[in-house]
């Protein structure tokens, strides 16, 4: 195992504790005239390229592309950061090494087209020399192979030795963002941790002992998809710096792991399960309480900012880390749940820094602990089967688990792969993963035909497309839905049309509510936009139709060459489609208070989509509402309504103080440093972008129409208002009406007894009428099997049963072993390609002349592609191939013959 020297870090020993080492640097910068942001959630808003926020840079990458703005050039923060997934991946690593996690902090500084190489480096020396007071003769810088500039920035305005700058390749020291994209060289700040100062050769090559602490990026090219750099018209400074990392090495010690940052949660764990941490690299105890404790601050901080486990994407992610933290805490000896207990833990070390800690405490406990005891239950009979499977490998003297064994465990007992690969390597075994993928791929080939196709999430930033250079809208739809335009931007996309206007009535999908429709209409073309969604700042209108107004004919939108420019126009938002969509918008606002309201505080918005049909609507909740809090929660919203109060819309509201007042914000929306906020008083209020009905008596009628579960821990709502409403309760009204006729019901006289005793004697009949048939079968199977041939004095029955179930054979197979003093038979039958067995056996043909009914059917079922087992007297199965029935029938008769002997 990899561990640092230890005996030069003990030697550095400064008084700042992790939050003063944070605090510092943001102090620094903001005397630095930056503007300190707050860390973006670690679910990343309207970027489909990512499971996770993974670098500082995230949260900007719109700047960076030109597509969005901010109202500062100048930045500070520190990031919340995951890396558990995709090529930026330290899963493997963590628990086994001194520096790596799936969570961590990045801290960093940004230039949006202000500052670059020089300032950047002489305050990145500044803060690390002068402030930090780290030894100047322990730092190296590394510069790109060709970059002069920062060489020289470094040689002639820092303290550092000339010999400590050294020059590295695209590898090690050329930033890029994806395959296109913006890009540049980058300079970072590595520390030798070395006893005698000999890092100099083990800078870049992966050594523990000589660490990189600062990446300083800079961004000044676009790559094209030909590979060619363009410079970039403005130039831009993107910076990262392990806090973990800095912090082992401010405070003097020689694993990140052994730092005040971790301290809280392993004296938490120790706590819990007796087990001191001793900070050894080897020691399986430590190991095991390294992996907890990572892994608790990744599963905390990502269900805090919304993230739910789940069996795909980054849910997935999130339930493996979880299964992989279980696992290890049987290393310590303990075998209930206990990530969720540390949950609190973290919230009281880190919530001042990350307040969403503290708020959504409660119900992140709640779900960890959910899904820890799920996984109990099946992890021990699970370990069972690892080790028969170990057993069997050892016995054939192999060293590795076979692919499909793998598979086995991960489908049937929801091991992750890594899961089983590490404990195999815990016993000195391999596992075949090209065996397991095929196993895995064969498996998804199946469901394939069986579901939609779902959209892959990719991490290394490829699939962000440009639409064009940066064209700002201006959004003016919360006060107009009509308005001339001018159009400033086309492009063709297959059969649509995509086009920019300086300014636009219509919203563009975000926060859960689709995009609206409408009309753009020139002089010479009326096009009608089907769906508005956003690309950075700018707000892009598809167009799907098109007619030409001085031909009178629709005609192709892919075919049209539409003036780029100022061409003048009119944007028309469809008021019918808009109106239905703001009903559905606020309904869900008034819903999720009357389910605060009714269910409790703990209830949270998940998640929500909103189109002119519907609403849906997800939220933490830990069981099925009953019909009873149903009720109550569609009553409320409706009482609501009927209140008829305003609803109010305030813009430009600084997020804190939003936040301060009680406003609510969601998971899946980003926020501005400025941010609308809606709300009903009394009622509601939310950060909210989306558009909404000025009074909630304009929603007329709110109706719940299915609660289900849609992850642990989370449920969903789907309700209809207004006029789609109206039309299922006059629908359902019109059937309640057609079913009393039917029933000839008078008056107020109930319905529903009335069928329930028309289905009593519906049941009862079908009863009546299976024991005839059930009669009449074994009156005809008694006459077959009287004139059966015997062998060796037992009367043998083979024989195909038209129109029989499953159970109609084993009533007839239980009552012909009595017909006869010594008999044995097997009865098939064959109803929508599904093959149902019977065998039965005699008390005399069992005792007397040793017929196991169990072992033919096992062997008669083979031939039907099916399995099934029973007693020596009775036994049944199933099979899903009919074409072999009569090899069956032919089976079972030699088998019979071969245990008469």
């Known amino acids: 195992m990899q561990q640092y020297n230890g005996r030069y870090c003990n030697k550095i020993k400064f008084s700042m504790n992790s939050r003063e080492i944070r605090q510092s640097f943001l102090d620094f910068f903001a005397q630095k005239g930056h503007t300190i942001v707050r860390s973006a959630p670690v679910i990343p808003a309207d970027d489909p390229t990512l499971l996770f926020t993974n670098a500082g840079m995230n949260q900007f990458k719109d700047v960076f592309l030109d597509k969005g703005t901010r109202p500062y050039n100048r930045a500070a923060d520190t990031q919340k950061c995951i890396r558990a997934s995709g090529k930026h991946n330290d899963l493997e690593d963590v628990g086994r090494d001194t520096y790596h996690h799936t969570f961590f902090e990045m801290l960093g500084n940004w230039s949006f087209g202000d500052y670059y190489k020089k300032e950047a480096i002489t305050w990145a020396w500044e803060l690390m020399?002068?402030?930090?007071?780290?030894?100047?003769?322990?730092?190296?810088?590394?510069?790109?192979?060709?970059?002069?500039?920062?060489?020289?920035?470094?040689?002639?305005?820092?303290?550092?030795?000339?010999?400590?700058?050294?020059?590295?390749?695209?590898?090690?020291?050329?930033?890029?963002?994806?395959?296109?994209?913006?890009?540049?060289?980058?300079?970072?700040?590595?520390?030798?941790?070395?006893?005698?100062?000999?890092?100099?050769?083990?800078?870049?090559?992966?050594?523990?002992?000589?660490?990189?602490?600062?990446?300083?990026?800079?961004?000044?090219?676009?790559?094209?998809?030909?590979?060619?750099?363009?410079?970039?018209?403005?130039?831009?400074?993107?910076?990262?710096?392990?806090?973990?990392?800095?912090?082992?090495?401010?405070?003097?010690?020689?694993?990140?792991y052994d730092t005040d940052v971790f301290k809280p949660l392993f004296d938490r764990i120790t706590e819990i399960t007796g087990v001191r941490y001793g900070a050894s690299m080897d020691e399986p105890h430590d190991i095991a309480m390294r992996v907890i404790a990572d892994h608790a601050r990744t599963l905390t901080f990502a269900l805090s900012d919304g993230a739910m486990p789940s069996n795909e994407g980054r849910g997935y992610v999130l339930r493996r880390i979880l299964r992989r933290a279980l696992r290890y805490s049987k290393n310590l000896g303990y075998n209930e749940p206990i990530l969720h207990q540390l949950v609190g833990t973290l919230a009281d070390s880190m919530g001042d820094v990350f307040p969403e800690l503290k708020k959504q405490r409660d119900t992140v406990s709640k779900i960890i602990r959910s899904e820890e005891e799920s996984f109990i239950v099946t992890l021990d009979r699970g370990i069972e089967i690892f080790n028969d499977v170990v057993s069997k490998v050892r016995s054939a003297k192999g060293t590795v688990i076979k692919g499909v064994d793998a598979f086995k465990l991960y489908d049937t007992y929801g091991f992750p792969f890594d899961l089983t690969r590490l404990m195999a390597s815990d016993e000195g075994l391999q596992v075949d993963g090209e065996g397991f993928e095929h196993c895995m791929q064969e498996q998804k080939t199946r469901a394939r035909a069986d579901r939609k196709e779902k959209h892959q999430i990719e991490e290394d930033g490829s699939q962000w497309l440009w639409f064009s250079d940066q064209h700002a809208t201006s959004f003016v739809g919360y006060e107009q839905l009509e308005l001339p335009v001018r159009i400033i931007a086309c492009k063709h996309a297959k059969e649509k049309l995509l086009i920019l206007l300086d300014k636009t009535p219509f919203y563009a999908e975000s926060g859960g509510q689709v995009g609206d429709r409408g009309w753009i209409e020139t002089a010479s073309y009326r096009l009608q936009v089907t769906d508005t969604v956003k690309d950075g700042d700018a707000i892009v209108h598809v167009v799907t139709a098109a007619f030409d107004k001085i031909l009178d004919t629709a005609v192709n939108p892919a075919d049209l060459t539409i003036d780029e420019g100022q061409l003048s126009a009119e944007a028309s938002v469809d008021h019918h489609i808009r109106q239905d969509t703001e009903r559905n918008h606020t309904a869900t606002h008034l819903l999720h208070g009357a389910l605060r309201r009714i269910l409790g505080q703990h209830v949270q918005q998940k998640g929500s989509y909103v189109n002119p049909e519907r609403l849906r609507f997800d939220f933490s909740h830990f069981s099925k509402m009953s019909d009873a809090e149903i009720a109550r929660v569609e009553a409320s919203v409706n009482e609501e309504i009927r209140r008829a109060?305003?609803?109010?819309?305030?813009?430009?509201?600084?997020?804190?103080?939003?936040?301060?007042?009680?406003?609510?914000?969601?998971?899946?929306?980003?926020?501005?440093?400025?941010?609308?906020?809606?709300?009903?008083?009394?009622?509601?209020?939310?950060?909210?972008?989306?558009?909404?009905?000025?009074?909630?008596?304009?929603?007329?009628?709110?109706?719940?129409?299915?609660?289900?579960?849609?992850?642990?821990?989370v449920r969903r709502i789907e309700a209809l208002t207004g006029k789609s409403a109206e039309k299922l309760l006059w629908q359902e009204y019109a059937e309640l009406q057609q079913i009393r006729q039917l029933l000839k019901a008078k008056g107020d006289e109930p319905v529903a007894s009335r069928i329930v005793e028309l289905m009593d004697a519906r049941k009862e009949l079908e009863k009546e009428l299976h024991e005839i048939r059930i009669g009449s079968l074994l009156q005809s199977l008694s006459v077959d099997l009287q004139s059966a041939p015997e062998v060796s004095g037992c009367k043998l029955l083979a024989k195909v049963v038209e129109g029989a179930d499953g159970d109609a054979l084993r009533s007839a197979g239980l009552a012909l072993r009595e017909a006869v003093p010594c008999a044995a038979g097997l009865l098939c039958s064959v109803q929508d390609g599904k093959v149902s067995l019977a065998v039965f056996a005699s008390d005399k043909a069992v005792k007397e002349l040793g017929i196991d009914a169990g072992k033919l059917i096992r062997e008669v079922a083979q031939h039907v592609q099916g399995g099934g087992g029973g007693k020596p007297e009775f036994a049944t199965a199933g099979g899903k191939n009919p074409d072999g029935v009569n090899k069956a029938l032919e089976a079972f008769t030699t088998a019979v013959k071969a245990q008469l002997g």
């Open 645 to 713: 109060e305003e609803v109010q819309k305030h813009a430009d509201i600084p997020y804190d103080d939003a936040i301060a007042k009680g406003a609510l914000a969601f998971f899946g929306d980003k926020y501005a440093d400025l941010v609308r906020v809606v709300e009903v008083p009394g009622i509601s209020v939310e950060l909210c972008g989306g558009t909404h009905v000025d009074n909630i008596g304009r929603i007329g009628l709110f109706k719940i129409v299915s609660e289900s579960s849609v992850a642990s821990g």
């Open 129 to 256: 020399t002068g402030v930090w007071k780290l030894p100047a003769d322990r730092l190296y810088a590394t510069v790109y192979q060709d970059d002069d500039e920062s060489f020289q920035i470094w040689k002639d305005h820092t303290s550092i030795s000339p010999e400590h700058i050294l020059r590295f390749g695209d590898k090690d020291n050329f930033w890029e963002m994806g395959e296109t994209g913006p890009c540049g060289p980058c300079s970072e700040i590595h520390i030798d941790l070395t006893d005698d100062a000999s890092g100099k050769s083990l800078v870049n090559v992966g050594d523990y002992r000589v660490i990189e602490l600062w990446n300083l990026v800079f961004i000044q090219y676009n790559r094209q998809s030909d590979g060619r750099l363009e410079p970039l018209p403005n130039k831009h400074v993107d910076t990262g710096m392990g806090f973990e990392r800095v912090a082992a090495v401010m405070q003097g010690k020689s694993s990140n």
